[in-house]
C-alpha cells in the first residue's frame, strides 16, 4: 500500500521498547502523562510488538523504512526543531484501519509524556506535500526527489561514466573529458547522518558546480545540439542547461531551506494539549497513498511515550 505501509509494518529496532506491567503503565500515566485522556484526538502506531503495555524511548538515529537516504530526516531534525518540530524518531497517525490483503500486527494508542510536541503532514504520507506545494522550477517535488538530488550531487565523479542516466552526463562527458579544467573538479560524499559533514561537503560541492557550470557554459550550444542529434538523444539543449542549473541551485544549502519551510508546505505544529483537542483538517484524496480515508495523517513526535494494545480499549 504505497510508501505508508512500509514503515507501518517496519521493526522499531531504531527504539528503546520497554514492556511493563499494568500497574505500572498506569502509575506512570499518572506522574507523566497527566495531559492525557482517552477521549483525546487519538495517535496510534503499528508496530511488531507483542505485548500488552510499553514505554518507548525514541531513538535519534531512527532510519526511514522505504528509501536509502536520509537526508530530509536529518534536515527535519537539524531545521525545523530551531522552529519548534519535534526531530521524526516515531512516526505515527491519527487513524488506523486494516488492510484487507495484508496480516496486520498488533495497533497501539500512542500516549505522549507531558509536554510532547507534534508535527503533522498535511497529507497520509510526508512524501505527498511536495507534489502539491512546489511552485518553482528548482522546488522539491518530493522527499525522495531531495534525497535522490542531494545522492547524486554527493556522487559527481569528472568521468561520469557511471553516472550517464544523471545530467545527461554522456553529453558532458563527450565535451569535458578532455578538458584539462575538468580534471581540477571534485565532489565530496554528503553524508545523511552528519550534519556537520554535511553542511561541509555540500559548500564544496557547490564550487565545484559553479566550475562544472562555467566549463558548461563555454561550450558551444549548437555543437552540443548537433551531438544530441548524432547520439539520437532526444533531450534539448535547454533541457540539459535546466538539470545543471537544478544541482546548482540545490548545492547551496540556503536554496535548499528556502524550499523546505514547513509551514510554506503546509505541516503544522502542535503541543500535546492543543492536538488533543483538534480535528485534522481533511485532505484530497486524490492527493494521497490512501485514498480510503481523508482524514488519515502521518504524524510524528520524539518524546518518551507510552503504548497500550489498542484491543484492550
Not at 497529507?123 to 512546489?134: A, G, H, K, L, M
Amino acid at each position: 500500500m504505497h510508501n505508508y505501509n512500509n514503515f507501518i509494518f517496519e521493526k522499531i529496532s531504531w527504539v528503546n521498547e520497554r514492556e511493563i506491567t499494568k500497574d505500572i503503565f498506569y502509575k506512570m500515566i499518572d506522574k507523566y502523562c497527566s495531559d492525557f485522556s482517552y477521549a483525546d484526538y487519538p495517535i496510534y502506531r503499528s508496530v511488531d510488538l507483542t505485548g500488552d503495555y510499553y514505554i518507548i524511548k525514541p531513538s535519534d538515529e531512527r532510519k526511514s523504512a522505504y528509501v536509502n537516504e536520509n537526508y530530509y530526516t536529518m534536515l527535519i531534525n537539524n531545521e525545523w526543531t530551531k522552529l519548534g518540530f519535534p526531530k521524526r524518531t516515531f512516526i505515527c497517525t491519527n487513524e488506523y484501519f486494516k488492510y484487507d490483503n495484508q496480516k496486520n500486527p498488533n495497533v497501539y494508542r500512542v500516549i505522549p509524556f507531558n509536554g510532547a510536541k507534534i508535527g503533522v503532514c498535511p497529507f497520509d504520507d510526508i512524501q505527498v506535500p511536495f507534489d502539491i506545494f512546489s511552485d518553482n522550477d528548482y522546488s522539491i517535488k518530493s522527499m525522495t526527489d531531495l534525497n535522490h538530488i542531494l545522492k547524486i550531487i554527493g556522487r559527481l565523479k569528472i568521468k561520469f561514466t557511471a553516472y550517464y542516466y544523471y545530467l545527461d552526463y554522456k553529453i558532458l562527458y563527450h565535451f569535458l573529458s578532455y578538458n584539462e579544467e575538468t580534471k581540477k573538479i571534485n565532489f565530496y560524499e554528503l553524508p545523511d547522518q552528519n550534519f556537520t559533514l554535511f553542511k561541509k561537503n555540500l559548500k564544496k560541492n557547490n564550487e565545484s558546480m559553479k566550475k562544472l557550470n562555467d566549463l558548461f557554459l563555454n561550450i558551444n550550444k549548437d555543437d552540443i545540439i548537433k551531438y544530441y542529434n548524432q547520439i539520437k538523444i532526444s533531450s534539448k539543449y535547454n533541457d540539459l542547461e535546466q538539470t545543471i542549473n537544478k544541482y546548482l541551485y540545490f548545492s547551496d544549502y540556503d536554496n535548499i531551506i528556502k524550499s523546505f519551510n514547513p509551514f510554506d508546505l503546509g505541516f503544522e505544529l502542535y503541543d500535546y494539549k492543543e492536538y488533543a483537542n483538534t480535528i485534522l483538517k481533511p485532505h484530497d484524496t486524490d492527493d494521497s497513498y490512501h485514498s480510503e480515508s481523508e482524514t488519515f495523517h502521518e504524524i510524528w513526535l520524539d518524546s518518551n511515550i507510552l503504548l497500550i494494545n489498542e484491543k484492550l480499549l
